[in-house]
C-alpha cells in the first residue's frame, strides 16, 4: 500500500518544525479553525507533480514573515519500494526535487507516488469555471498515467510559443506549422489519457457497492469540437491561425476541454444538483479514482480529505471511513474536533494541531 | 611576482561565478585551489585562456568552434561523405564527436525556434544550412536535436524548407546503452517500442 511514513515540514507556512510518523493507515487530523492542518495536507500534496492543493507558489509557502526557504522531507513506501523524497525551495524558486538523494524533475513523483485531494473549495466545482473541473480531470488523470504531466508542460509550452507568434502577427507559416505538429503531438495524448482515465473511472462506479452517487462523466469542449487525433488537431489548429490572430490567442485544442457530469441515477447535470449532491459525487468520483488505481497498480494513491466529514451526516461519514478502510488508502482527512472521526475507531491513527503564539503545534495521539 | 591583492581576487572569483554550473561559493573554491597550485595549474591555465582569447573562433561553414576561419572537421576532404548533422549548438558537436561514431559533417544552428526567446529562423543558421545542402552535394540530412519542445519545433520546421531537396533522418529514441527498462520513464518506453527493430 502507497504511503507515507515519515514527514517532516521546515518553515513551511504556519509550520517552524514538525515531524510526524505514520502508518498505513487513515490519518485524523483535527484541531480548531486556523491551526495549521490543511498546510500539513497541503504538504503532502506536494508528493505529486504541480503546486500542490492550493495552487500556491513556493514563495507563499514560505513561514512568513522570515520568508526564508521551506523544506519537507519524507519517506514514501510501497509495498517493498521505500524513497526518500525532499523538497527544498530557496529564496521563493519553485521547489527542487530529489528522490533518494538525487535530483529529479517534478514530473518523476508522478512515477512513485499518487495523490488526490477533495478541498472546500472545489465544493462549487460543478458549476464554476471550466478550469476547475479540468484541473480535477487533469489530476485524475495524472494518476493512471504519469507522463501525463510532461506531456502537459509540453503542450502547454508550445502553446505558448504558438501564442507570442499570433501577438507578433508573425506570417511564416512554416513556423506555425512546426509549433502547431507539437501541439498536435502532445495534446492528443492529453485527450487519449483523459478519456482513457474517465473509462477506468467509469468501470470502476460500475462495479462498486458505495454509498456515494455514480456520476457520469464526459470530456466536451467550451468550444467547438476538439478534434482527438493529432491529424485532426493539427488541421483545426491551422484553420484557426486567422481566428486566433485576432484574439491574441490559441482557440482551439485540449486546453479547452471541459469536464461534464451528470448525477446518474437522476440523470440531472451536476451542476443542477443540491451542495449536497454535487460534494457527494465528488466524494464518489475520488473513492471510483482510487478503486481503480488499486485495481490497476495494486495500491491505491494517498487521499487528502480537507474538512470532508464535516459536511456529511453520522451515516454517510461512518460509510466514507467504511470504504476507506476497504481499499486500505493512506486517507489524510481534517476536521475541527475529535468526535467527528469517533467512527474509525481503532483503524485511523490521530493528530492534533494547535496553535501556539503564531506557530502549529503537531501532535500525534 | 607580486602578491595579488584581495581585488585582483575577487574579480577573478566573480568572473568565474559567472561560469555555467559555478555559484559564488565553487568560484571561491576553484580559485582557492586554483592559487594553491599556481605553478602547475593556474599558470598554464592563464596561457591557455589567453591563447583561446586571442584564437577562438566559429567555423563560417559550420558553426563549430576552432581556432582556424574554416573548422578541422570542414577542411578535412575525408569527412565530405555526403552526410550532414545538425546540432543545436557546439556542445552537441564535440558530443558526438566524442563518441566518435560519425564521420561526415556537421552544421550548428546557434539554439532552437522559440518566439519566447526571441529566436526565430533568421537568428539561427538555416538560410546557410540550405546553402551548404547545395554546395556540398549533401545527400543527407540528419537532425540531431532534442527532445525537448523547441528542439522538436525545430526539427520540423527544418524538415519542411529542405524535404524536398534530400534526405531526411533523426536519431533514434530509446532504451540507453545500460539502461535497465525498469529504470526508464513511460515515454522512453514508448518511443524505444515504436523504434522497435526486427530481429
Ligand atoms: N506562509 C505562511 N507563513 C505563516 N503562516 C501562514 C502562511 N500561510 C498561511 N499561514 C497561516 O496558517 C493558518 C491557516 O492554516 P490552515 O492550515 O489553513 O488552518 P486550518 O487548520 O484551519 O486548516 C493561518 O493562520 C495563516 O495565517
Ligand atoms: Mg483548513
Ligand atoms: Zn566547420
Known amino acids: 500500500m502507497l504511503h507515507l511514513e515519515h514527514l517532516t515540514l521546515s518553515h513551511f507556512r504556519s509550520h517552524r518544525r514538525a515531524e510526524v510518523h505514520v502508518d498505513a493507515r487513515p490519518v485524523a487530523i483535527y484541531g480548531p479553525n486556523g491551526a495549521g492542518k490543511t498546510n500539513l495536507i497541503e504538504a503532502v500534496s506536494l508528493f505529486s507533480p504541480g503546486r500542490g492543493l492550493r495552487r500556491a507558489s513556493a514563495q507563499e509557502m514560505a513561514r512568513r514573515p522570515e520568508s526564508l526557504g521551506w523544506k519537507i522531507t519524507g519517506m514514501l513506501r510501497a509495498g517493498g519500494d521505500a524513497h526518500e523524497v525532499a523538497f527544498t525551495s530557496e529564496g521563493g524558486a519553485s521547489r527542487n526535487v530529489t528522490i533518494d538523494g538525487k535530483p529529479a524533475p517534478q514530473t518523476a513523483l508522478g512515477r512513485i507516488s499518487r495523490v488526490l485531494w477533495l478541498i472546500p473549495s472545489m465544493d462549487r466545482l460543478w458549476i464554476e469555471a471550466p478550469e476547475g473541473r479540468r484541473r480535477f480531470l487533469d489530476r485524475m488523470t495524472l494518476s493512471f498515467f504519469p507522463d501525463h504531466a510532461q506531456a502537459t508542460l509540453d503542450y502547454e509550452k508550445a502553446m505558448r510559443e504558438r501564442n507570442r507568434l499570433l501577438k507578433d502577427e508573425v506570417r511564416d507559416a512554416g513556423w506555425y506549422a512546426a509549433v502547431e505538429a507539437q501541439m498536435a503531438r502532445t495534446g492528443a495524448v492529453l485527450t487519449a489519457n483523459r478519456q482513457s482515465a474517465l473509462a477506468r473511472i467509469a468501470a470502476a462506479q460500475a462495479g462498486a457497492e458505495t454509498a456515494f452517487p ?49 448525477f446518474a441515477a437522476k440523470g440531472i447535470p451536476a451542476s443542477d444538483c443540491s451542495t449536497g449532491e454535487q460534494k457527494a459525487l465528488l466524494i464518489s468520483l475520488i473513492l471510483a479514482n482510487a478503486r481503480a488505481l488499486a485495481a490497476d497498480t495494486g495500491a491505491p494513491p494517498l487521499l487528502l480529505l480537507d474538512e470532508v466529514a464535516a459536511h456529511l451526516d453520522a451515516g454517510r461519514r461512518a460509510a466514507l471511513y467504511a470504504e476507506i478502510g476497504a481499499l486500505g488508502a493512506q486517507a489524510w482527512m481534517t476536521g475541527t474536533g475529535p468526535e467527528l472521526f469517533e467512527e474509525l475507531g481503532e483503524g485511523a491513527q490521530r493528530l492534533e494541531v494547535t496553535e501556539d503564539a503564531g506557530l502549529s503545534v503537531v501532535r500525534a495521539l | 611576482m607580486s602578491r595579488p591583492n584581495r581585488s585582483e581576487i575577487d574579480t577573478l572569483i566573480d568572473l568565474l561565478a559567472r561560469l555555467p554550473g559555478l555559484g559564488p561559493r565553487s568560484a571561491r573554491r576553484a580559485v582557492l585551489f586554483l592559487i594553491r597550485k599556481r605553478g602547475i595549474l593556474l599558470q598554464p591555465l592563464a596561457e591557455a585562456m589567453q591563447a583561446v582569447a586571442q584564437n577562438a573562433r566559429e567555423c563560417l561553414n559550420c558553426g563549430n568552434v576552432g581556432t582556424t576561419e574554416i573548422c578541422e572537421i570542414c577542411s578535412d576532404d575525408t569527412r565530405a561523405n555526403g552526410l550532414l548533422c545538425v546540432v543545436e549548438d557546439v556542445a552537441d558537436l564535440w558530443a558526438m564527436e566524442r563518441a566518435g561514431a560519425f564521420r561526415g559533417r556537421y552544421h550548428v544552428l546557434g539554439g532552437t525556434l522559440s518566439a519566447l526567446d526571441g529566436v526565430g529562423p533568421d537568428e539561427l543558421r538555416i538560410p546557410q544550412l540550405k546553402d551548404r545542402i547545395a554546395g556540398e552535394e549533401i545527400t543527407e540530412v540528419i537532425l540531431a536535436l532534442n527532445q525537448t519542445v523547441d528542439g522538436q519545433t525545430t526539427a520540423h520546421y527544418i524538415a519542411d524548407q529542405i524535404e524536398d531537396r534530400v534526405a531526411l533522418s533523426s536519431l533514434a529514441q530509446g532504451v540507453p546503452i545500460g539502461g535497465e527498462l525498469d529504470y526508464l520513464d513511460d515515454g522512453t518506453i514508448g518511443a524505444a517500442l515504436n523504434a522497435r527493430k526486427r530481429l
Open chain 1, 214 to 262: 455514480a456520476a457520469d462523466l464526459e470530456l466536451t469542449s467550451t468550444e467547438a469540437d476538439i478534434p482527438e487525433d493529432e491529424a485532426g488537431l493539427r488541421a483545426a489548429l491551422a484553420e484557426s491561425r486567422f481566428r486566433d490572430i485576432a484574439a491574441g490567442r490559441t482557440l482551439v485544442g485540449p486546453h479547452r476541454a471541459d469536464l461534464y457530469g451528470v
